[in-house]
């Protein structure tokens, strides 16, 4: 175990530890940046940083919001794998489209209604667009 009673070892320890941070923060924009598909190796690491981003974001409405933002990206990329005729690909990001719905639903019942309506649309929008992939993932 790490004894970190000796005076130096204390910053020593926070300052490694936000250096690694910035590191891995670094990294992620690029992920971020490029299109990263399902088909990519790289996409568990983008759907793990949306996560993350997600789990850091305290505010219901922009939790709510970042929800939505994200379903888009995985709807696109659904859409971007079908027409690839990568279905195995699009299942899986339209799996992470429906999980994140379900996550923002539960977000939007706890907003007052004068801020749930506009995301009430979108999620709705969302949900048909989900199942329109569905459908044609089930007759491909």
Do not use: H
Not at 5 to 28: E, H
Not at 35 to 63: C, G, H, M, Q, R
Not at 70 to 90: C, Q
Not at 119 to 126: F, G, H, I
């Amino acid at each position: 175990m790490l004894n970190l009673d000796k005076p130096l070892l204390k910053p020593f320890f926070a300052f490694s530890t936000i250096i690694i941070i910035l590191i891995i923060l670094s990294q992620t924009s690029y992920v971020k940046e490029t299109d990263t598909l399902p088909d990519s190796s790289l996409y568990p690491l983008d759907v793990s940083i949306d996560n993350l981003d997600l789990a850091l974001t305290f505010n219901t409405y922009e939790k709510a919001s970042k929800s939505l933002g994200i379903v888009e990206e995985r709807i696109s990329e659904s859409k971007k794998m079908i027409s690839k005729n990568n279905m195995k690909a699009a299942k899986i990001a339209n799996l992470e489209s429906k999980t994140l719905i379900g996550a923002a639903e539960k977000y939007i019942i706890t907003l007052d209604e004068s801020l749930a309506k506009s995301l009430k649309d979108q999620l709705e929008t969302y949900k048909k667009e989900s199942e329109s992939i569905d459908k044609k993932l089930i007759n491909s």
